[in-house]
């Protein structure tokens, strides 16, 4: 069967660093996508991955290794609007993303 | 308006009563889906359409039926559903055909079956 793997919750300071998990098992493998979405708001697009390596976007990078099946998102400089949940999905051999569960990230003053 | 528009963005309904959510998207884009949310869950792709025609349907209860007039628009008919039917309903689009291009989603329809 197909799965993602992602911590159900997190906590952090503002101004810290936090590295959000996420592995998969999934039937075949185009890339490995990164959403906010905070609450009540639509999920809104942060990072794809489709090569191993580290992707670097301003104060969030996104690192894949196809190898070991697995992604970390990584979050500098946290600010309180950092505040949400963080949804890791693969796009199998059909194009179709497959969701994790989402982490939910709390940021402390 | 741009990007992903839903309607309405609450709804409130009996099970017996039969209503229907509105999705339309500003993009250009020529693919269209059904999410449904519930909380702590994987959000569940309910149906997919590209180029106006679906091409994915993950045995979703009959009492959900699409449907997709055109490119920009798409609708999710409801008929007598149960409460574990109560979730947040996403619409997203892309740039189908076959390349892992991003999906931008709408803000959702908060179903309360009750």
């Known amino acids: 069967g197909q799965n993602i793997d992602q911590p159900t919750e997190m906590t952090a300071t503002e101004g810290a660093i936090v590295q959000i998990n996420c592995t998969y098992q999934t039937s075949g493998f185009n890339g490995l996508f990164w959403y906010q979405q905070h609450a009540g708001e639509a999920p809104t697009f942060l990072s794809y991955?489709?090569l191993d390596g580290l992707e670097e976007k301003g104060r969030f990078s996104s690192f894949l290794s196809r190898s070991k099946g697995y992604s970390y998102l990584l979050l500098k400089e946290l600010q309180m609007k950092d505040s949400a949940s963080y949804l890791c999905?693969?796009?199998?051999?059909?194009?179709?993303?497959?969701w994790g569960a989402g982490t939910k990230l709390i940021i402390k003053p | 308006e741009t990007g992903v528009t839903q309607t309405p963005r609450h709804l409130v309904m009996g099970m017996t009563n039969k209503k229907s959510l509105k999705c339309e998207q500003h993009l250009g884009h020529n693919a269209m889906y059904w999410y449904k949310q519930s909380a702590k869950k994987p959000l569940e792709l309910m149906f997919v359409y590209s180029l106006e025609e679906r091409v994915e349907n993950n045995s979703v209860p009959s009492r959900f039926s699409p449907e997709c007039p055109n490119s920009s628009h798409l609708f999710l008919h409801l008929h007598t559903l149960q409460p574990e039917d109560s979730a947040l309903y996403l619409c997203?689009?892309?740039?189908?055909?076959?390349?892992?291009?991003?999906?931008?989603f709408g803000p959702g329809t908060r179903l309360t079956v009750l």
């Open positions: 997203a689009s892309s740039q189908g055909g076959g390349e892992p291009n991003e999906q931008f």
């Open positions: 991955n489709v």
């Open positions: 999905a693969v796009m199998d051999s059909n194009y179709q993303l497959i």
